[in-house]
């Protein structure tokens, strides 16, 4: 079994003037790839008991991207669909066998 991980975190703070845009992701974290794996197997985000779990039930986990900024403001549009558009197009290319 092939279970693909991705997701997007942010914390909005309404007071914040810096909007999420995509430099803001990018500035703080964005994985992808096998850097995603390296980068969380030994930490205390969800995705590191993802990865716990693919070892002790033994499924492959395929990591896909996990994209991150810290408590600012509201994500903007253009970075939500930036964001959102390769993670589809991720899932398309790497043959999960979906249909969206």
Known sequence: MRIATLGISHETNTFSVIPATYEEFEKRLIKKGNDLLDYFEDSNYTISGYIE?????????????????????????????????????????KGLGMEF
């Open 53 to 93: 779990a693919s070892k002790k039930y033994n499924f492959d986990l395929v990591p896909l991207m996990y994209a991150s900024t810290g408590p600012i403001g509201t994500i903007t549009k253009e970075a939500y669909d930036k964001l959102s558009s390769e993670m589809m197009e991720m899932l398309e290319t």
